[in-house]
């Protein structure tokens, strides 16, 4: 059975840093692309960025862009979204999504989601 | 603003029908299959359709999708109070280095 089990959910302050994650089971790792989406509250879906495992060939949507960093470890099969100073407006769920490397590869699973909340 | 348009909210009577639709461009529906997300309140999104027209299992055939040119439609027939949600749509984008685009999203109340 495919999964996409994503760790839980974090309380931090303005300016702390943070790295959740992704793990994958079920199906091969390395040869799905990984996606990270926001979802404020009330909003829709924003793709953040993604990551294809096998050769770690990395992309961001241009307004994340230097805000976050997407990265991967091949040997726990994890793929991670990390920040270095987090501001109030990054509240929001935040999953992965998994997608096969054909063009219309859907993203076919879905982490449960992480909630992150940034308060002082 | 998303790069695929839909409208922010449908609405009907139980055991109605709704359409939601989805309108891109060349660069991603109108050479691309459009999946469908449908998302319950406090939960992830879920795959509907895929390739456009295509139902994973367990999905029911009150569930369709269809494509004309650069847009896209999902159709909820039979409509049921579990079908109220947000309905997203999505599409590979040639333009765009990630590769994918999503739709703002669709609420659809169930009357």
């Not at chain 1, 089971?25 to 924003?46: C, D």
């Not at chain 2, 060349?26 to 939960?43: E, F, K, L």
């Not at chain 2, 040119?69 to 947000?86: C, F, M, N, W, Y």
């Amino acid at each position: 059975e495919v999964q996409l089990v994503q760790s839980g959910a974090e309380v931090k302050k303005p300016g702390e840093s943070l790295k959740i994650s992704c793990k994958g089971s079920g199906y091969g790792f390395n040869t799905h692309w990984i996606a990270w989406v926001r979802q404020m509250p009330g909003k829709g879906l924003e793709l953040m960025g993604i990551i294809y495992p096998d050769d770690s060939d990395t992309r961001y949507t241009q307004s994340f862009q230097g805000q976050v960093t997407i990265s991967t470890d091949k040997s726990f099969d994890t793929a991670y979204l990390q920040w270095n100073s987090l501001k109030a407006s990054d509240t929001a769920m935040y999953y992965c999504a998994r997608r096969g490397v054909y063009s219309s590869a859907p993203y076919d699973y879905w982490g449960q989601g992480t909630l992150v909340t940034v308060s002082s | 603003q998303s790069v695929l348009t839909q409208p922010p909210s449908v609405s009907a009577a139980p055991g109605q029908k709704v359409t939601i639709s989805c309108s891109g461009s060349s660069s991603n529906i109108g050479n691309n299959h459009v999946s469908w997300y449908q998302q319950i309140p406090g939960t992830a999104p879920k795959l509907l359709i895929y390739e456009s027209n295509k139902r994973p299992s367990g999905i029911p055939d009150r569930f369709s999708g269809s494509k004309s040119g650069t847009s896209a439609t999902l159709g909820i027939t039979g409509l049921q109070t579990g079908d109220e949600a947000d309905y997203y749509c999505g599409a590979s984008d040639s333009s765009l280095s990630v590769l994918w685009v999503f739709g703002g999203g669709t609420k659809v109340t169930v009357l």
